[in-house]
């Protein structure tokens, strides 16, 4: 299982609009409809924001939203509030040898 | 709604067995829906998942830990359980139990660092 790609970093203003991409292969991303975002603030467990691509858990607000075209995911958050600064990462099922789940990198989200 | 608190040692030593056990509360460990699951994340790094266990026992590792890994269930106990065999420093991380989807998980613990040191 090699990670997802994702880039390390990405930053936006407040109200904006930024998207976060989230690249595997057709043995991951490309194969299944389960991918997942999480949210991670500094010394905190990550949290669920998207699943299934575009699902959101009740209580995630609706500023969050997800999407997949071919091998790369896509993750929008939309009117950029300071609270959205975080590690963001995604994860996608994954059938090899067996099936598992695979994360990617990570990106750091900064609000300017 | 489901809680979950991970507990074991917090050092140990290099070739040594860790052992974590993660209890449940506030909801049933005999789902035939989530599976639990273990993921770990060294200091400043990414995410890595573990492995997960469905209630009935299955368990599905990492391919990159396989080797090294069991991951248990105790229904009696409401608690589920890891071990990774033969550590080293590669392996300090902030460890997580978590429960939902088998490729998606709702409910995390707070995580617990496990140092790997002589």
């Known amino acids: 299982q090699s990670a997802l790609t994702q880039p390390a970093s990405v930053s936006g203003s407040p109200g904006q609009s930024i998207t976060i991409s989230c690249t595997g292969t057709?043995?991951?991303?490309?194969?299944?409809?389960?991918v997942s975002w999480y949210q991670q603030h500094p010394g905190k467990a990550p949290k669920l924001m998207i699943y299934d691509v575009t699902n959101r858990p009740s209580g995630v607000s609706n500023r969050f939203s997800g999407s997949k075209s071919g091998n790369t995911a896509s993750l929008t958050i939309s009117g950029l509030q300071a609270e959205d600064e975080a590690d963001y990462y995604c994860s996608s099922y994954t059938v090899t040898t067996t099936k598992g789940v695979v994360f990617g990198g990570g990106t750091k989200l900064t609000v300017l | 709604q489901v809680q979950l608190q991970e507990s074991g040692p917090g050092l140990v030593k290099p070739s040594e067995t860790l052992s974590l056990t993660c209890t449940v509360s506030?909801?049933?460990?005999?789902?035939?829906?989530?599976?639990w699951g273990w993921i770990r994340q060294p200091p400043g790094k990414g995410l890595e998942w573990i492995g997960n266990?469905?209630?009935?026992?299955?368990?599905f590792y990492n391919p990159s830990l396989k080797s090294r890994v069991t991951i248990s269930i105790d229904t009696s106990k409401t608690q589920f359980s890891l071990k990774l065999g033969s550590v080293t420093a590669a392996d300090t991380a902030v460890y997580y139990c978590?429960?939902?989807?088998?490729?998606?998980?709702?409910?995390w613990g707070q995580g617990t660092l496990v140092t790997v040191s002589s």
């Open positions: 266990i469905f209630y009935s026992g299955s368990t």
């Open positions: 057709s043995s991951d991303v490309g194969g299944y409809d389960y």
């Open positions: 506030g909801g049933s460990i005999n789902s035939d829906t989530y599976y």
């Open positions: 978590a429960s939902g989807l088998f490729d998606s998980k709702r409910t």
